[in-house]
């Protein structure tokens, strides 16, 4: 169940783990849906692949949820509350990936991850691209949607008044969100680009605030999770070390990275990621369907869309680390010359 980790599967891991981390500082996502794919696309289990990756969020998330919170951009509220409700959704996601592992093996395990993954990616990824591209040919600033707009008037008690979000709402609608990142996070290893966009589109946060305050709900239903997993021998203790040590070191550069980008750019850099990484897990279901005896197909074309996926893999996690450095560098340079102000300023 546990691969082999010769030199070059290590320096693999500590890549994704410095991608992952990177990503994660930046939008405030786990980087799981660089991490997991990352694992899987060496040949770990899915399960293993989520259960590792989950073990190594909540110390890397406490991190950049500190690095930001001194920044101003953590909504530490909502960040809580949320993660209370993430948590129940952690426990049932666990049941659930359990019952599959234990039903149908590996085989099934993986095709389901990698289904979960491509319908989730390629359609919040589509939106949020959509979103940044029509902000940045606008040129205007980042607006609460309308759906968040109209459930701020909704008034069901309790009301909470989110400070730094700059948010009134009703702690039910914060409910669901937060569940719902709990059960992605634990069935795909995948909630921080649930709760994100949750944050933004649902209950109104800037991506500044979501993207940081997002980072406070991965550390609570990543310990809790953390604990469930560990329980079912699921853990590889050895992936899990790999990644948070490289990961430390690329969510410290992320969380500076925010400080000098616009609002949009989080959002470009996410959907991009995104939509990527759907194609390397859609190249590799065919692979998961003949190994379930669903379909028929020779093994050169399996290990052929199986190095695609690694591929493009590899191109998801060059692309981001890319983008995300490029504007870190350009925009400290800028400040340096007096053009821009740091985000922490701003925002309201």
């Not at 891991?13 to 990352?38: E, K, M, N, R, Y």
């Not at 953590?74 to 996601?93: C, E, N, R």
């Not at 000098?260 to 939509?275: A, F, N, R, T």
């Not at 996690?317 to 504007?327: E, Q, S, T």
Request: glycine share 12%; with cysteine; net charge positive.
């Amino acid at each position: 169940m546990f691969i082999d980790l010769n030199p070059k599967n290590m320096l693999f891991i500590l890549f994704v783990g410095f991608v992952g981390g990177l990503v994660s500082g930046f939008i405030g996502s786990g980087g799981a849906f660089v991490l997991t794919p990352g694992m899987m696309s060496l040949g770990v289990p899915a399960a293993v692949a989520v259960a590792s990756n989950m073990c190594h969020k909540f110390p890397k998330a406490m991190v950049g949820a500190y690095k930001r919170l001194k920044y101003g951009q953590v909504d530490l509220k909502l960040g809580l509350i949320m993660g209370v409700s993430a948590i129940a959704g952690v426990q049932i996601g666990i049941k659930v990936q359990e019952f599959i592992f234990n039903a149908w093996g590996d085989a099934g395990s993986n095709l389901y991850v990698s289904l979960a993954f491509v319908a989730i990616l390629v359609t919040v990824g589509g939106y949020v691209f959509r979103d940044a591209m029509k902000i940045a040919k606008t040129g205007g600033d980042e607006k609460p949607s309308k759906l968040a707009l109209a459930i701020q008037k909704i008034n069901i008690p309790p009301m909470i008044h989110l400070k730094t979000a700059n948010v009134r709402i009703s702690v039910w609608f914060t409910v669901p969100v937060g569940f719902a990142t709990g059960l992605m996070a634990a069935t795909i290893a995948v909630g921080g680009f649930v709760g994100v966009p949750g944050m933004m589109y649902v209950i109104g946060a800037s991506s500044l605030v979501a993207s940081a305050s997002e980072l406070v709900v991965a550390f609570t239903m990543g310990f809790a999770g953390s604990v469930k997993w560990a329980m079912a021998g699921l853990i590889d203790i050895r992936l899990t070390l790999l990644i948070l040590a490289a990961s430390l070191f690329g969510v410290q550069l992320g969380a500076l990275g925010t400080t000098y980008v616009k609002d949009h750019l989080i959002k470009v850099v996410m959907g991009s990621i995104m939509l990527i990484v759907a194609v390397s897990r859609g190249l590799a279901i065919p692979k998961y369907l003949a190994d379930l005896g669903l379909i028929s197909l020779q093994p050169t074309t399996a290990e052929m869309l199986m190095k695609a996926s690694f591929a493009v893999m590899a191109a998801a996690l060059l692309i981001g680390a890319f983008i995300i450095l490029k504007n870190m560098i350009k925009g400290m340079k800028m400040e340096k010359q007096g053009e821009v102000k740091v985000a922490t300023h701003h925002i309201k």
